[in-house]
């Protein structure tokens, strides 16, 4: 959760360099947060006929800056430019292609991004050593 909350709070931060561990916590607990959203849609009525609902929507929108900022900060950590999170619009091998960078390990030392955040262990949210 404290990964989630990190990336919340650096929601337009599209410097320096996201490790794998933040990007794949944030994406597990909105990925939760999601089907949270649409369940509570469903129980409070509030789905609309496009098959969205109010609470899904808001949501949606929230972690909208979020969500391209750690994708973005996670391509630097790789050395791609944050443009490449473009390449997840094309359809089915965009898609495989933007999950395979978004799962590459880090550049090794610092790249053109910033330092290895792995290697920085206060990277963590808790100032516990990273993994």
Known sequence: MEWYISVIKKYVVFEGRARRKEYWMFFLFNLIFSIAASILDTFFH??????????????????LLPSI????????????????????????IGWIWAIILLATDSDPGANKYGPNPKENDLTAPSGQPGI
Do not use: C, E, N
């Open 46 to 63: 509030t789905m609309s006929g496009q098959g969205m609902g109010l609470i899904s929507s808001l949501y949606s929108l929230f972690v």
């Open 69 to 92: 900022a750690v994708a973005v900060r996670r391509l630097h950590d790789i050395g791609k430019s944050g443009w490449y999170v473009l390449i997840g619009l094309i359809p089915i």
